[in-house]
């Protein structure tokens, strides 16, 4: 689920780069390329994997 997040955020952040957009001092391409790294650090630790808790049965 991050994973998604943060691929949409860098796509966003590839966009305020490449258009010509008039983003305010908050909003920009660093900021939504930090948002996604921030995402894909918590997908890789395990937060967004939403697996059985319970476990299986073999």
């Not at 660093?30 to 996604?36: E, K, P, R, S, V």
């Given at each position: 689920?991050?994973?998604?997040?943060?691929?949409?955020?860098?796509?966003?952040?590839?966009?305020?780069?490449?258009l010509?957009?008039?983003?305010?001092?908050?909003?920009?391409?660093t900021?939504?390329?930090?948002?996604?790294?921030?995402?894909?650090?918590?997908?890789?630790?395990?937060w967004?994997?939403?697996?059985?808790?319970?476990?299986?049965?073999?």
């Amino acid at each position: 689920m991050f994973a998604k997040i943060a691929a949409v955020l860098f796509l966003i952040a590839l966009l305020i780069e490449l258009l010509p957009v008039d983003s305010n001092k908050y909003i920009n391409a660093t900021t939504m390329t930090t948002a996604g790294l921030l995402f894909v650090a918590l997908q890789l630790s395990g937060w967004g994997v939403g697996g059985n808790w319970r476990g299986r049965r073999r």
